[in-house]
């Protein structure tokens, strides 16, 4: 059972090294959020328009290789080409 394609995660441990979305990520507690999981080790994909939210609020993390930042509304389709935890 473990080697069918479709459980090969069931049997494993987590993740090392999460991968997590935070939506809202440009905003006050989003921003907080994503430093709080990249703290914990996390790779954090943060996904905000600006509707409210500010770039200020991520600017410190710019160089951060293990935060990636979309700018896109999230009522929007997005596709993400890796695999999220
Ligand atoms: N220093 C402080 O204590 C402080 C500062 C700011 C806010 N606050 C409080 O925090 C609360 C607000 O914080 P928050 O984090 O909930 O709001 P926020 O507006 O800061 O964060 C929401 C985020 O979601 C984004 N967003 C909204 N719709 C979106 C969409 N469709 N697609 C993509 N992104 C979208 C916005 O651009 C924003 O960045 C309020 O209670 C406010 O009084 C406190």
């Known amino acids: 059972m473990g080697k ?3 459980n090969k995660n069931t049997t ?4 090392s090294q ?3 979305v935070v939506t ?11 430093d709080l999981l990249l703290a914990r ?3 954090v994909i943060g996904i905000d328009n600006f509707v409210t939210g500010s770039v200020d609020n991520i600017s410190h993390l710019g160089g951060n290789r293990n935060f990636k930042f979309i700018e896109q509304d999230v009522t929007e389709y997005i596709f993400l080409d890796v ?3």
């Open 24 to 34: 809202g990520a440009a905003g006050f507690l989003g921003s907080h959020l994503v």
């Open 18 to 20: 999460p991968t997590s």
């Open 83 to 85: 695999p999220v935890d």
């Open 4 to 6: 069918h394609p479709m």
């Open 41 to 43: 080790g996390h790779k």
């Open 12 to 15: 494993t441990s987590p993740p």
